[in-house]
């Protein structure tokens, strides 16, 4: 099961459970009462709950998409507890709709540690789109 033993591993933990697109080990990286936002606004309360949401678009339409995360800053809020955020790709392949497409977000985690584990505790990500049409950009460092 992938761990998160500081809260700058947590973009390649959640990267490695979603590109292994293991729900279990994904749904493992979260406190048992989390909050999830994706980047449509859905938002969803519990670990059980994350990995009902991701389960069925794993097994369809995200079944060959890969994640690409590039950790931004931690920001510590004590000993027990950091805001991460990270840059996140989605390479979405050909099982999608769509069809093959990258999408780039911005991550927010909030990590917390208890009994010496590192969960998210929340997490809010963000597609970044052009202000002015509402249309989905890639970062242009990338």
């Known amino acids: 099961m992938i761990q998160i033993a500081t809260p700058e591993e947590a973009p ?3 990267e490695a459970a979603w590109n292994a697109h293991d729900m279990n080990s994904l749904g493992a990286l979260f406190h048992d ?16 709950e994350i990995v009902k949401l991701h389960a069925p678009i794993h097994a369809t339409i995200y ?8 950790l931004i800053d931690r ?5 027990d507890a950091a805001v ?25 985690a909030v990590l917390t540690r208890q009994v010496g584990q590192w969960r998210i505790k929340a997490l809010e990500n963000v597609t970044l789109t052009n ?12």
């Open 63 to 70: 079944s060959d998409s890969t994640l690409e995360n590039d």
């Open 12 to 14: 390649g933990a959640f």
């Open 75 to 79: 920001v510590a809020i004590g000993d």
């Open 131 to 142: 202000p002015r049409t509402g249309e989905a950009v890639l970062r242009a460092d990338r």
């Open 33 to 48: 009462d989390a909050t999830f936002v994706n980047r449509f606004g859905h938002y969803v309360r519990g670990a059980e």
């Open 84 to 108: 991460v955020h990270f840059w996140s790709r989605l390479a979405a392949g050909a099982a999608h709709p769509a069809g093959p497409h990258a999408v780039d977000t911005l991550i927010l």
